[in-house]
């Protein structure tokens, strides 16, 4: 893993775990990934592919600019370990 950062489309921190939306390789329509590594300048996400040939739940990978993502909505972020705890406070 680089120490550089990566920026989204709307120039917000990429971070490792991060939900990310994208469009689909070879395709048209927007899907949710996880962001699971970075090289120099690039961002590795993975995400089910279960509208062509793959079988439900098939998973792959991409390797993106991160300028073509954009992360999701907060509701869509994974929480912290702490976050139930913190929603008890």
Same mark, same amino acid.
Not at 42 to 52: E, F, G, P, S
Not at 72 to 80: H, I, R, T
């Given at each position: 893993?680089?120490?550089?950062?990566?920026?989204?489309?709307?120039?917000?921190?990429?971070?490792?775990?991060?939900?990310?939306?994208?469009?689909?390789?070879?395709?048209?329509? #927007?899907?949710?990934?996880?962001?699971?590594?970075?090289? !120099?300048?690039?961002?590795?996400? +993975?995400?089910? /592919?279960?509208?062509?040939?793959?079988?439900?739940?098939?998973?792959?990978?991409? #390797?993106?600019?991160?300028?073509?993502?954009?992360?999701? !909505?907060?509701?869509?972020?994974? +929480?912290?370990? /702490?976050?139930?705890?913190?929603?008890?406070?």
């Amino acid at each position: 893993m680089s120490d550089n950062k990566h920026y989204d489309y709307f120039d917000r921190e990429i971070t490792m775990d991060a939900q990310v939306v994208f469009t689909a390789p070879k395709y048209r329509h #927007l899907v949710t990934g996880t962001v699971y590594g970075f090289t !120099p300048k690039c961002v590795r996400v +993975k995400y089910l /592919n279960d509208w062509n040939y793959g079988t439900k739940g098939c998973e792959q990978t991409y #390797l993106s600019d991160p300028s073509f993502l954009v992360l999701a !909505p907060d509701e869509l972020q994974p +929480k912290s370990e /702490n976050a139930y705890v913190d929603e008890k406070l």
